[in-house]
């Protein structure tokens, strides 16, 4: 099956700093990946669609200044919270569908739970 | 918007069946799928239905209505391990909208 990792897994930082999470597509190519975030015991909510070699397109109420995606290939795709803030902690998990294989599921990351203080 | 609509919680024996509905109105629809999560891990996926009808994969089996706008995710012989949190999820075009989740408590 189509593998999805992510890094780092866990991250703890000062409120204010900025933490790039990587999401990599290990054996297939993915012209599109997503981001989401999902707070405790609620579902997953889409923050954006990352597109490789443009720019991303963030769901309404997602500030793209805040999150910043780059997309710059086809196996990874990174999610930068700038200037974090303790509001900003929650799970972050990424996902992405084989290129040409639109009709498939999307492979999910394991995620990273990220901790601001 | 996407409205998708599954039940809070739901307990049930070790050995029984359980049935997990959900029902949604989408502004269009590309198939629907169904995660299994774990607390505090990433979703897993289980079946995607995109035609009316039963889909079957080993103890897990989902059904689609897409006239009703009607799901549900049937889990037979239900293990200890099977105590997660279920995801209804509808592609209405090339992005998923998920369901709140429906949090299964298998008991003993």
């Known amino acids: 099956g189509a593998v999805v990792s992510q890094h780092p897994s866990w991250v703890i930082c000062k409120s204010g700093t900025s933490v790039k999470i990587e999401c990599r597509s290990l054996?297939?190519?993915?012209?599109?990946m997503f981001w989401y975030r999902q707070f405790p015991k609620q579902s997953l909510m889409l923050m954006a669609t990352?597109?490789?070699?443009?720019?991303?397109?963030?769901e309404q109420g997602v500030e793209k200044d805040k999150f910043l995606i780059n997309h710059a290939s086809l196996t990874l795709s990174t999610l930068t919270v700038t200037s974090a803030h303790p509001e900003d902690s929650s799970f972050y998990i990424c996902?992405?569908?084989?290129?040409?294989?639109?009709?498939?599921?999307?492979?999910f990351g394991p995620g990273t739970r990220l901790l601001v203080l | 918007g996407q409205n998708i609509d599954q039940p809070t919680e739901m307990t049930a024996t070790e050995g029984a069946i359980v049935q997990i509905n959900c029902t949604y109105q989408?502004?269009?629809?590309?198939?629907l799928f169904w995660y299994q999560q774990h607390a505090g891990e990433a979703p897993t996926f289980l079946s995607y239905?995109?035609?009316?009808g039963l889909e079957e994969k080993g103890r897990f089996s989902s059904f689609l209505s897409r006239s009703k706008g009607y799901s549900y995710l049937l889990l037979k012989e239900l293990q200890m391990k099977d105590s997660a949190s279920y995801l209804c999820?509808?592609?209405?075009?090339?992005?998923?909208?998920f369901g709140a989740g429906t949090t299964v408590t298998v008991r003993a």
């Open positions: 996902s992405a569908t084989p290129s040409g294989r639109a009709q498939e599921t999307q492979y």
């Open positions: 054996d297939f190519q993915a012209t599109t």
């Open positions: 990352s597109n490789e070699g443009s720019k991303a397109t963030y």
């Open positions: 989408t502004s269009g629809f590309n198939g």
């Open positions: 239905n995109v035609l009316d």
């Open positions: 999820a509808v592609r209405p075009d090339y992005k998923l909208s």
